[in-house]
């Protein structure tokens, strides 16, 4: 046997392992990379959808909290009143709490404060809308925006006071259009009042999280009808396009194209920076109850 040989064969499978061993270094890296992106993925669409009021949401909602029922409900305002614990008394306490929420408060007479809004309020917003996208906002309501909104709206939702799923609205368009579109636009155009039943929710309460006896643990959800709610959905398509031009880049929440995970973010890197820069920095976390009534 030529030694040589021998030599030879022992150098290429030592050139061999070397091989496999970088490949499959190369190998395990990918899959941790990959497994590192899926999960910075799948984080990414939690943050995003987490806190959406959808399917998903009410699903983690029940594996977290089983049906609850309200056995019992503290005075929401005199803490001197006892708890409630029947039906008729909870009742009370819950119509007392949200009449006040729901209540309109003004700081004085509506001529003032019409005055104030008009001097003091709308004078100093510097953005104004071009007049082609006033002109596209104000047009009438079209057949096309309808069936657009329709096609949105998600099926399988819980029932308003009128009983009309969004599935009937759907299945029936063609024959319904004509009359949504007249009914629709003789609001828009003609500043007909809808009627009064129009806007009539059905009320629930589902709890969150903390003591199942304070009422501000619970989830006010207003089930409307189907055709309140494609009317909302068409202004609200036409509004999308041009709230990110008046809304300061600052709200992150509540437009198109930005997202409140943002904030999160930007605060988190304002805590890592201000200790290594020797900043003072501080956070204010404002909860305000009645929000639409104190904040202009």
Not at 258 to 272: C, D, E, N, Y
């Amino acid at each position: 046997m030529d030694l040589g040989d021998d030599l030879a064969t022992k150098e290429e499978e030592e050139e061999w392992w070397m091989e496999w061993a970088a490949l499959k270094a190369e190998w395990d890296d990918w899959h941790i990379n990959d497994a590192e992106l899926w999960g910075l993925r799948n984080k990414s669409q939690w943050i995003i959808a987490a806190e959406r009021i959808s399917k998903s949401f009410f699903r983690r909602l029940c594996l977290k909290h089983p049906a609850s029922i309200m056995l019992a409900l503290d005075p929401p305002f005199d803490h001197q009143r006892p708890v409630a614990e029947s039906t008729h008394a909870i009742l009370d306490y819950a119509q007392d709490y949200y009449s006040y929420l729901f209540s309109e408060e003004q700081s004085g007479p509506q001529e003032d404060i019409t005055h104030y809004l008009e001097n003091d309020v709308w004078t100093k917003i510097a953005i104004k809308l071009e007049a082609t996208d006033k002109q596209d906002l104000e047009r009438p309501i079209t057949q096309e925006e309808i069936l657009h909104a329709l096609a949105d709206m998600p099926s399988g939702k819980a029932l308003g006071p009128g009983g009309m799923p969004v599935e009937h609205l759907k299945t029936c368009a063609h024959i319904l259009m004509p009359h949504l579109l007249e009914g629709f636009n003789s609001v828009w155009e003609n500043a007909q009042e809808l009627p009064k039943d129009f806007g009539l929710a059905t009320i629930i309460l589902v709890y969150k999280k903390g003591s199942p006896k304070d009422i501000r643990n619970w989830r006010l959800i207003s089930l409307l009808s189907a055709p309140y709610k494609l009317l909302a959905k068409v202004l609200a398509n036409r509004l999308t396009t041009q709230l990110p031009v008046l809304i300061d880049n600052t709200q992150t929440g509540f437009i198109l194209g930005r997202h409140i995970h943002t904030s999160v973010l930007l605060a988190r890197q304002v805590l890592w920076h201000a200790p290594r820069q020797d900043l003072f920095v501080a956070f204010v976390l404002l909860d305000f109850e009645k929000a639409y009534d104190r904040v202009a």
